[in-house]
């Protein structure tokens, strides 16, 4: 089984709220050995975590080798204030407060920078990001910043401009990155960037009732081909769910994510290979120098 590149061991893939209530009192190991072990049945023996501001995955990282389990985690992800971000991390206004909180990472022991430039997909106009996003000397700013205290940086970016700026910046891996177009994905092929498209965060909303399939399609379909056109280009691409995230259960979640790519790249040795480069370069690259 290939590692999970992308998860939140403080979602619990069915309630947001009810997953973080869980932790406000001081984290609950119980349900994170409860977590690990479902990993631990299916092979899965690398994660890499998005962040939370409650400490979760930090604690995580600490349980984990008891399971075989290598855990990254950058503690908490930073998001510019007034900007989507506060439901995995921390914010910040001026760019000192921003090294400030890279430092803070740092001294919690974090592996790597997470930052968020965009927001989510908008489900009500398709091909549209929620929120504005970062502007480009902001980010690459923000990206030299933890670059320079020996950090990788895994950047929260959907939208053509979004991922334009992130890939321009020198960011680590784009996670998402939906709704790029073909030069854009051009630029990510010719990139040192990995990109983790967690593709199963749309395709398991499929028959749950919480939007209908004149809605998902088309982002679906996208989806498909832009991965396609970025395997085709020889783009690094690595296989990560979003786990935790709604109908995306923990262990579940790769196994699934890992069944997306084979179908729409075809269950192939080529593909498989590149999968496995994905995710080798991920272990390589997101620890501190």
């Known amino acids: 089984m290939f590692g999970e590149c992308?998860?939140?061991?403080?979602m619990d893939g069915k309630n947001y709220r009810r997953?973080?209530?869980?932790?406000?009192?001081?984290?609950?190991?119980?349900?994170?050995?409860?977590?690990?072990?479902?990993?631990?049945?299916?092979?899965?023996?690398?994660?890499?975590?998005?962040?939370?501001?409650?400490?979760?995955?930090?604690?995580a990282r600490e349980i984990a080798p008891e399971y075989g389990i290598d855990y990254r985690s950058p503690v908490f992800a930073i998001h510019r204030e007034g900007h989507y971000g506060s439901i995995v991390g921390r914010s910040y206004s001026t760019m000192k407060e921003y090294h400030s909180l890279v430092l803070e990472a740092a001294h919690k022991g974090a592996d790597f920078i997470k930052i968020m430039t965009t927001g989510l997909l908008d489900f009500n106009n398709h091909g549209q990001i929620t929120g504005s996003p970062l502007d480009a000397a902001q980010v690459k700013e923000m990206v030299h910043i933890a670059h320079e205290e020996g950090f990788a940086v895994m950047s929260h970016t959907n939208g053509t401009d979004g991922v334009r700026a992130a890939i321009q910046a020198g960011v680590d891996s784009v996670e998402h990155g939906n709704y790029m177009d073909a030069e854009t994905i051009a630029m990510l092929a010719d990139s040192p960037t990995i990109w983790v498209p967690t593709l199963v965060t749309i395709?398991?909303?499929?028959?749950?009732?919480?939007?209908?399939?004149?809605?998902?399609?088309?982002?679906?379909?996208?989806?498909?081909?832009?991965?396609?056109?970025?395997?085709?280009?020889?783009?690094?691409?690595?296989?990560?769910?979003?786990?935790?995230?709604?109908?995306?259960?923990h262990g579940q979640g790769i196994e699934d994510e890992c069944q997306a790519f084979l179908t729409i790249l075809g269950n192939e040795p080529a593909v498989l290979n590149r999968m496995a480069e994905g995710e080798a370069l991920i272990r390589k690259r997101f620890q501190r120098s």
């Open 19 to 59: 997953a973080v209530e869980l932790h406000k009192d001081g984290v609950c190991e119980s349900v994170i050995r409860q977590r690990l072990q479902a990993y631990q049945k299916r092979d899965v023996h690398f994660i890499r975590d998005g962040g939370d501001a409650l400490d979760v995955s930090r604690r």
């Open 203 to 249: 395709r398991n909303l499929r028959g749950c009732g919480r939007y209908g399939e004149d809605i998902l399609t088309p982002i679906i379909k996208s989806a498909e081909q832009n991965l396609k056109l970025a395997f085709a280009l020889g783009a690094k691409i690595a296989p990560g769910s979003d786990a935790g995230a709604y109908m995306v259960p």
């Open 6 to 10: 992308h998860a939140h061991m403080i």
